[in-house]
């Protein structure tokens, strides 16, 4: 029982984070993710991570990322940032 309400209690917090939605930019990505310009450009490419234009700057959607560092991928994002972290 104790289980059932917790896992209510996730998804109704995970509800309301996506309904305030927050976005970082290029450098607060990079930092998070440990990655180069050019790994996002690539992401961005193959529609791993794609930023959201906001004037002249490009903008990354905080669940996108937490989709990315929980392990929530496609298997080639897998792969290419286990190739990265030898």
Not at 13 to 42: I, P
């Amino acid at each position: 029982m104790e289980r059932a309400i917790e896992a209510q209690r996730q998804e109704l917090m995970e509800q309301a984070e996506q309904s305030e939605e927050t976005y970082l930019n290029t450098r607060e990505v990079k930092q998070l993710l440990k990655v180069c310009d050019g790994t996002l450009n690539l992401w961005a490419k193959r529609g791993y991570l794609v930023p959201i234009k906001v004037g002249n700057k490009n903008m990354y959607a905080k669940s996108d990322i937490r989709r990315v560092q929980t392990g929530n991928k496609c298997e080639s994002v897998a792969s290419y940032l286990k190739r990265k972290e030898k």
